[in-house]
């Protein structure tokens, strides 16, 4: 609702603002494990003829969330050799990482540009850099 007044506003006075992309907006479903997600599905990805990769990293080798006494997962979906398409996430406290994943999202971000990125030890947002790791072929701690 925010970024549509904002958006009414700038037609309003005559301004050009750009269309909303809803699959950008953040989603989170405050449970417990919270669910957080931004971007496209890997079904919706597909539907929209996208070749896509994706890597799911499970929370288990995250060491905050192991400090946390949570389980889930990070799950990534990017176009082959391209930007990041979706973030998806499982697990206590996932959504305050949700605003990393609408970033890499809406700028979209390539895998390997956000592995090069250092994320703070130890916190649950190690799991997206694990995952874009991965994605970038440059898998660090992977569990299975």
Known sequence: GFAEGILVAEHIAGLDPAPIDYAGVPRITYSDPE?????LTSAVARERGYEIVVHTYDLAGNPRSQILGTQGAV?????????VLGVHMVGRRIGELVTEG???????ALPGEVAQLIH???????????????????PLHVHN
């Open 35 to 39: 669910v957080a997600s931004v971007g």
């Open 75 to 83: 799950t990534v979906v990017a176009e082959k050799d391209g930007p």
């Open 102 to 108: 609408q970033l890499i999202y809406n700028w979209e």
């Open 120 to 138: 703070a030890h130890p916190t649950q947002s190690e799991a997206v850099g694990e995952a874009m790791l991965a994605l970038a072929g440059k």
